[in-house]
């Protein structure tokens, strides 16, 4: 073979393995590369109209048949419904963006049922104003679901939460003059309720009530929310929910009202209203802690019927009475321990046909009584007697009123 011929198969064979390696290396680089799933749909919403080409229920369909994530693009001021719109079923993941400030969504002529009828998984709404839902705006019956930067007002329920739903993120989101502002069916694993604004809903702000107990143990997280001037601000039965770090004002009945067991309320600030603080009724081992109450016109914390109750720590100044301990479990002691309770304008502590564990509270400056103590005289003529432990108090002697004989004291109670 000449030496040219052996030159040219030579270099021919370089600019082949020259090849292939770009070609290997172009692969690995898109292999590397992220890129849309394939199937993935964006649709824009340009027709404030209920129906026809660019409105929301068109886009919801479009969404609804894609095969794979899919985002939806509200691009008018206002969008009026007026018949049911399809449910949202993309379990690839559907976001739903409204990209004009206050985008809004009038139900107003919608019959009934839901606005938005999440059941798909991994579902997103952002930026929207839901009003006049003549029932639920968003009913949520799937996995992976987050509400942001919205706005829900004047419907019968915001957000409505079944038993199969999870991993639920609600943050940063304004619920006002709805009848119920957030409602949980049941526990729900990994569900948070976080920075949000309740305002004026007429019977609850976060309502999560089922008829008998809930075993599954995943607590509903209610955290650094504002509640404010709502019938009543959390309404928990049955439901384990953490209310952690919130602010509560202005509730015209209780800021919050416990029914059942599974309840942790700890590090909230209420304050005005014209009724009570926390009521725990017929509840178990549920924890009251850290909490500031100021400026209530009936009780801060009022444990009922309860067993194991633990009231801890908490602050109370300037409201018409401290806690109250009425008709509980003589078994199952209730305890307040640790608690301060500054210029109450009536009794500090009440304690009411119950024998709780009262430990090293204080009592400050009271209009009335430190403590009073009191039998309950039941309709059919039946006596309960109030018989509370009391241990390392600091309450004043002559501030303390026991109205039966019954009280039983352990230890003495220091003076001021």
């Known amino acids: 073979m000449s030496t040219n011929r052996r030159i040219l198969l030579a270099v021919g064979v370089f600019l082949l393995l020259g090849a292939l390696a770009l070609l290997g290396w172009s692969y690995e680089i898109k292999q590397g590369a992220p890129q849309e799933a394939a199937g993935a749909v964006a649709v824009n919403v340009t027709s404030s109209d209920d129906r026809g080409p660019g409105t929301l229920r068109e886009a919801l369909f479009i969404v609804a048949a894609a095969n794979g994530k899919a985002s939806v693009s509200i691009k008018v001021k206002t969008v009026t419904i007026k018949t049911a719109l399809p449910p949202l079923v993309n379990s690839h993941g559907v976001r739903i963006v409204a990209q004009q400030s206050g985008a809004e969504i009038d139900a ?36 992976r679901f987050h509400l942001q930067s919205s706005t829900i007002e004047s419907c019968d329920v915001g957000v409505d939460v079944a038993e199969n739903a999870s991993d639920v993120l609600l943050e940063h989101n304004r619920f006002a003059n ?11 694993r990994n569900a948070a309720v976080v920075g949000n604004t309740f305002l004026k809903d007429k019977d609850a702000g976060l309502w999560a009530v089922r008829g008998e107990l809930d075993v599954r143990g995943s607590a509903i997280t209610v955290r650094e929310n504002h509640f404010n001037g709502d019938r009543s601000g959390v309404v928990a039965g049955n439901v384990a929910v953490l209310v952690e770090r919130n602010e509560f004002a202005d509730t015209p009945e209780v800021a919050v009202h416990l029914v059942g067991a599974g309840a942790v309320i700890r590090g909230n600030h209420i304050s005005g209203g014209a009724a009570m603080g926390i009521v725990a009724e017929n509840a178990r081992e549920a924890i009251i802690e850290d909490n500031e109450f100021d400026h209530l016109a009936a009780y801060a914390i009022m444990v009922r019927g309860s067993a194991n109750a633990l009231v801890h720590a908490n602050r109370v100044h300037n409201c018409g009475y401290g806690l109250a301990f009425v008709l509980g479990d003589p078994r199952n002691p209730s305890s307040a321990v640790e608690n301060t309770i500054i210029e109450p304008k009536f009794n500090g502590i009440d304690v009411i046909g119950d024998s709780p564990n009262l430990r090293r509270n204080q009592v400050l400056r009271p209009h009335a009584f430190a403590l009073h103590v009191a039998d309950f005289q039941q309709p059919g003529g039946q006596n309960v007697r109030a018989r509370p432990v009391l241990e390392g108090n600091n309450f004043r002697a002559d501030t303390v009123q026991v109205a039966s004989e019954t009280a039983q004291v352990s230890g003495t109670a220091r003076q001021q």
């Open 178 to 188: 709805n009848r119920v502002g957030v409602r949980f069916a049941a526990s729900s």
């Open 108 to 143: 107003q002529g919608l019959g009934g049922g839901p606005v938005f009828d999440i059941t798909g998984a991994n579902t997103s709404l952002e930026g929207l104003v839901l009003r006049n839902c003549p029932a639920t705006a968003i009913l949520l019956r799937a996995a």
